[in-house]
């Protein structure tokens, strides 16, 4: 199989487009079925894996994703400073009636020293997401885009459907009305940050001549 006709063969089961081992002519598997029966799609273990498959495309935006965050999270080198976009403690991100509760598992999570991670029916305030990556990303992509941001404490994310504005504003209005485009929102913690410039610094002392 050459690589284009693989790629848009991948590109195909990402968008539901394709069920491996279908024969619409064939007869249906396990016997006769029931008219009446709904038909229920299986997939195979080379469908499954081929869906967390992603196009050279799809890689790309990820990546660009990820840096966009680092950069977020960490700050934007500018000559000799870091420019940091304002972050809130994560007190400061949940409704009055939750911040008790926040509070005390934030204390019971130092008492055993270990790093908390709050949960996110518990946090954040829903305006507290900021529109991050202005750009979209596939269902692999966020997956994988997800997990990069939440391994830090109080940092989530949430997809966001572009509205006819929208698609306009960011040059979207020509792509097909079916097909819908994504964004992704974030929201990031004072706490996160600690975290992220720690690493860095243990990350510099491991690299260090002088370590």
Not at 145 to 174: I, M, Q
Request: glycine content about 6%; some cysteine.
């Amino acid at each position: 199989m050459g690589m284009e006709v693989a790629m848009a063969y991948v590109d195909a089961i990402v968008d539901g487009a394709v069920m491996e081992d279908a024969d619409p002519e064939g007869p249906p598997r396990g016997g006769p079925r029931d008219e009446n029966t709904p038909v229920v799609p299986v997939e195979s273990g080379k469908v499954k894996r081929a869906k967390a498959l992603m196009s050279p495309e799809s890689k790309f935006q990820l990546d660009s994703a990820k840096a966009t965050f680092d950069e977020y999270l960490g700050g934007k080198q500018v000559g000799l400073r870091r420019e940091q976009a304002e972050l809130w403690p994560m007190e400061n991100l949940v409704s009055i009636d939750v911040l008790c509760e926040l509070r005390e598992l934030i204390e019971e999570a130092e008492d055993n020293g270990e790093t908390f991670f709050p949960d996110k029916s518990l946090f954040p305030y829903p305006e507290a997401y900021h529109l991050l990556i202005k750009h979209h990303l596939t269902p692999p992509a966020y997956k994988k885009f997800d997990a990069y941001v939440t391994r830090w404490p109080g940092c989530f994310t949430r997809r966001a459907e572009l509205n006819d504005e929208l698609r306009t504003a960011y040059h979207f209005e020509n792509e097909p009305r079916e097909k819908k485009i994504f964004f992704t929102e974030v929201v990031a913690t004072l706490e996160a940050r600690g975290a992220f410039q720690a690493a860095r610094q243990d990350m510099a002392g491991l690299v260090s001549p002088c370590g």
